[in-house]
């Protein structure tokens, strides 16, 4: 039997508030019975929603406050009115102390971000974190990372992504070396900004548990032509927001198309079950929630305009990661990388002098 996991949940967090987050929560204990929430927020308007679902009502405490974090504050403003007190900083300061493993969030991204740097700090020797996203392929799912955390990464960073996202895909797709490419405008060589080329020389060399495939391009993420997608967040966050608007657009004209005439609807109900599979697989709700990467505890970001649906995904995904030790492996990755690096800069000054 699987152990019992306990998330803490910003349940004032997204567009929805508890409306949405609660029942994202019952879903999501209806799947995985060995889950267990601390929801913090408004009890008066967590109490009436969580009283509808009293199986997670009995799996859950309710911890008030008042205070929430706008969807649009700023990170600094959010940061200095909500430490201490806000539903989005008690959930994070639980799974700091201990008391919860994961904390899961549809809250202003900014402002989880910013506070979660401050309450659990980043592990030793990564200087930023990173978004991971889990991207449907036509092999299956890749990770991509860095989807928005940080601007201009440069090279000892991007290597830092691909340590943690190798790590998180042994974490959650069961692997042993997954293969890990470095985004860029082309795959050979000379190709691309000089940080992307310096990483790319850094991770040819690594002795890492990972099988570093070079360079790939924007096509080859829905491909899946590798487990692990790096890059930094300025281009995986529109390359996220593109996929998702692509992935709209083509409902979209699917939903036309089916209804323009009578011989398309018939087709449509003749071939439904095909469209069925389709739609769920262009659905953004499976793949809801991104982790920070690089922190010392697991946080996940749902999209805040999300359903119930989508946010029971954020909420696995949370308690996938930490049944299957992603810190963990993170952690000892790292560390294997820094030793590495230091034993090859010693042999280099010896040669040198």
Known sequence: MSREITIAIDAMGGDFGPEMVVPGCAIARERQPDTRFILFGDESRIAPVLDAHPELARASTVEHTDVAVGMDDKPSQALRRGRWRSSMWLALEATRSGRSEVTVSAGN????????????????????????????TLRGES???????????????????????EAMARALFGMERPTVGLLNIGVEEVKGLEMIREAGRILRDSGLPLQYAGFVEGDDIGRG???????DGFTGNIALKTAEGTARQMAQYLRSAM????????????ARSAFDTLRAKMDPRKANGGVFLGLNGIVIKSHGGTDAEGFASAVALGRDTAVNGLNEKITDDLEQYRRDQDISLKVAGEIAS
């Open 109 to 136: 991204t900014g402002a989880l971000m910013a506070m979660s740097k401050f309450c659990l700090r980043t592990m030793p020797g990564v200087e930023r974190p990173a978004i991971a996203a889990i991207w449907p």
């Open 143 to 165: 990770i991509v990372l860095d989807v928005g955390a940080t601007i201009g990464s440069d090279a000892d960073q991007l290597v830092d992504f691909a340590v943690m996202g």
């Open 225 to 231: 032509t590798v487990d692990v997608v790096v890059t």
């Open 259 to 270: 209804s323009r005439s009578l011989l398309s609807r018939i087709g449509y109900v003749l």
